[in-house]
Every structure is written in C-alpha cells, then in structure tokens.
C-alpha cells in the first residue's frame, strides 16, 4: 500500500456522498486497513471532529477543543485523526490558530478538511496540504488536458513558465491545472500500483511546489524545476 507523505489533507468538492467516499477511502490508507464505505461512523476514538452551534462559521474556540482533543496519542489505531467538514467557514483568526496546529502536528496524527471554495482558506493552509478533488469536480474539468507548456520542448516550456511566472495568480491557476489532470488519472488507474505511485508522487511534486511558491520561492525556477520533475528530466 502507497503511504502518504502528508499530514493535512484538503478534500475539495461539493457533493457529500462523494466527499464521504474519500474520506473513507483516505482514512483506509492512513489506517492501513480495508473499511467498506462510510464503515467508520465518526465512531472510532481516534476520529475527532469539530463540534460547533454556529451554522455559518468556526471560530477559535471551536479550533480550540480540538486542539486539546488531539494532544493525546492514538487510542487504538496508528494515526489519529482530525475531520473539519466545511472548513471554508473558518474564521480567520480561527485559521491563524489551526495553522499553528498543522505545523506542529506529530506523524501520528493527520488532519482531513472538506471545502467547496478552497479559495476561502488561508494560502499558508492550502500550501500545508495535500489536495484531492472529488469525482464531480473531476468529471467537470474531464476537457482539460496535460497542459501544453509541459509537452513543448525545454526551451519553448521554458519560455511558457516564465510568462506564467510573472502573475501570482496565473502562477496558481497554472498549477491548478497540472493538479486536476493527475487527480483524473489517479481515479483511472487505481489497479495499477506502478502507475499509481507515479501519478501521487506528481501530485507531490506540484503540492510541494505551491509549498515553496507561498513561501515567497522564485516562481520561475519553481516552475521549471516541476517541468523538469514531471517529464523525468531530474530524479
């Protein structure tokens, strides 16, 4: 079984069937252990949620007794784990203090949050984070294909990147797009271990790499340095 490298995952979507299905299917990778669909519950002592009156947002406090739920080892399992559903509604004094969490957590414990506007969360969460789309959000961007700077040769790619590279936001849509074309193939290949292991390790390299690019990193180099990763220029 591939194991993930991250701690923090960012589950995007907007249909709670299909978001449940990840979470499940994450949850039994984290776990190493084969669960039927939705088989969890939120019953396991080692699941923590947030638990909140307020239906239009999470505030501090919230994030606080959570905080203090997962100071704790695992009870029985080998990872504990944090699910904050519609996390988009943090505040974002709530989203300063999580943040602390994330960058403090242990490898025994991983944190799974659930958004329909990933654009709503703090760039610092989002860089700390894993992403997985979910099937409809999938199924929409299905047109896309692998970007066409990356398949032009390395001096004609790297001119593209370095156009891109001027623009924050073209920077980010940029890798958004790689995104979403290696999450469509990880829903394709899922019996082939080889191919697996390859598309997940993409989706690091371009998580990683919009890690290092909210971390102020030179865009332009960051970007031809995934160039070179994603078409096995570099090892």
Request: charged share 30%; aromatic share 8%; glycine share 2%.
């Amino acid at each position: 079984m591939i194991k993930y490298k991250y701690m923090t995952y960012l589950i995007i979507g907007n249909d709670s069937e299909n978001i449940k299905r990840e979470i499940n299917t994450l949850i039994s990778k984290l776990w190493e252990k084969n669960l039927k669909n939705n088989s969890f519950q939120f019953t396991s002592p080692d699941i923590h949620t947030i638990k909140t009156n307020n239906l239009n947002s999470i505030g501090i406090e919230d994030v606080k007794k959570l905080q203090k739920e997962m100071i704790y080892t695992p009870y029985s399992e080998n990872v504990q784990i944090a699910l904050v559903f519609d996390a988009d509604k943090l505040t974002v004094e709530a989203q300063n203090s999580f943040l602390k969490t994330l960058e403090e957590s242990s490898s025994s414990t991983a944190y799974i949050l659930t958004v329909s506007n990933e654009e709503r969360l703090l760039p610092t969460i989002i860089s700390r984070s894993l992403k997985i789309y979910t099937k409809e959000v999938i199924k929409k961007e299905s047109d896309e294909k692998f970007p066409e700077t990356l398949t032009k040769n390395l001096i004609e790619s790297f001119k593209d990147l370095e156009k891109i590279a001027e623009e924050k936001e073209n920077t980010d849509t940029f890798l958004d797009s790689i995104d979403r074309y290696y999450q469509s193939l990880l829903k394709q290949n899922l019996d082939n271990k080889e191919q697996l292991k390859q598309i997940y390790d993409n989706i690091q390299c371009v998580a990683l790499t919009r890690k290092r690019i909210n971390a102020n990193g030179n865009r332009r180099l960051l970007l031809e340095n995934l160039f070179l990763t994603l078409r096995g220029y570099s090892s």
